[in-house]
């Protein structure tokens, strides 16, 4: 990269302030020392330094700007959930990953943010204010919950936990109470999980929660709150039960990808389709993606009918069983017009059809994708998933 007076200008405002600073940041300050520099210019300049690997892009969640680091090497960031302010740590959690398992996963980056108060604010709160720390691991978010256990407090993470969850979407939860004081009483556990489930219930695929040292009959009541509004719930001890819970031996996952009904059934919904559509793979939404134009959908609607035993629209959708409104939320809820066709859903897997029509009308997209209710969110399963059906699609 060739090097310039504003790049070089810029390089060193990076070099030497550590407070990871957004553009306009850079761009208030720079300009001051070269007054023809652009807004432009810096953008990039920005760009073209983290393509040499010269400086980190930081993607922060619950900000809107983007922030730009200097230390390319591996570590760690402390945000102030008050103030903002970020801060590097030397924390590195690429030693508890094995060799196999950075090669498994083609393991590249590590971005790790820990949500806490910075030494000003902490001086400022109450000791007795929920404060939450966050660990992404690779198959699920890791939330630590202190402070005071009350159910203004517990109502108040749930809500900053379910923002985490859905800016990262990250559909697979731990949540490891630390919160002191007096246990709640059943009522209070009832609105928590209650509340919980109408945030939630459409979203997550699985909630693990440890609370040490917990009343056994108040947790046992708070997990059948859960499953009676379709949360999926469960209280444990310890973190390493958790843990076995949300992330099980895929030896023990209830389906077979290689000899299924699901092979045969996306097998005959292909042959049904052959010369009528051509399929293409959507990497977008993991899905066997068809177009075709208005003079088809008579014929398409019939083939439809045949192999799917139920069809949703916008309206009907929000009656619909847990696992259908989890695939609507991953296609982006329907929007008018749109429909999704499922096959028998009290199975453990199914098949789903997106009808989703555009160009006003005249030209219709077909996404077709299984789902498995088991099935596990390590990118391993997701690959094996994909590489499958591909190729029951001829694709």
Known sequence: MRKTVQRNAIINYLKENTSHPTVNDIYQTVSKEIS??????????LYLLKQEGIIRELVIPKQDCKRYDANVLPHSHLICQKCSKIIDADLSFQ???????KQSLDFQTEDVYIYGLCSSCKSKRNDLQPFLTIVQKSTHLHFIVTGENTKENVLK?????????????????LIESHLSGKCLQVLDIHEIVSSASNIGAAFY???????????????????????????????????EEAETWLNPDKDKISFNLNKTEMEDSCKELMNAFEGVLSWKWDNRFETVLAEFGVEK???????????????????????????VQRINVDLNDLWPGQL????????????????????NGKTISLRVAPFYKELLDSELEKDVKIQQFKGWFGI
């Open 205 to 239: 695929k699985a909630i693990a929660l440890v609370i040490i040292n917990s009343d056994k009959k108040l947790m046992k009541f708070a997990e059948d709150v859960a499953v009676n509004r379709a949360l999926i719930m469960s209280v444990f001890s310890t973190v």
């Open 340 to 359: 999704l066709f499922t096959t028998d859903t009290n199975r453990d897997a199914f098949v789903y059809c997106a009808w989703w029509p555009w160009k």
């Open 95 to 101: 030693s508890g990953i094995t060799e196999e398992q």
């Open 36 to 45: 023809s520099i652009s807004l432009t210019t810096v953008y990039n300049t």
């Open 157 to 173: 993470c749930l809500k900053d936990i379910h923002r985490v969850c859905v800016e990262r979407n990250s559909r697979r939860i």
């Open 297 to 323: 959908i008579d014929n398409i609607c019939e083939i439809l009918k045949q192999y799917f035993s139920t069809m949703w629209n916008r309206s009907s959708i929000k009656k619909a069983p847990d696992t």
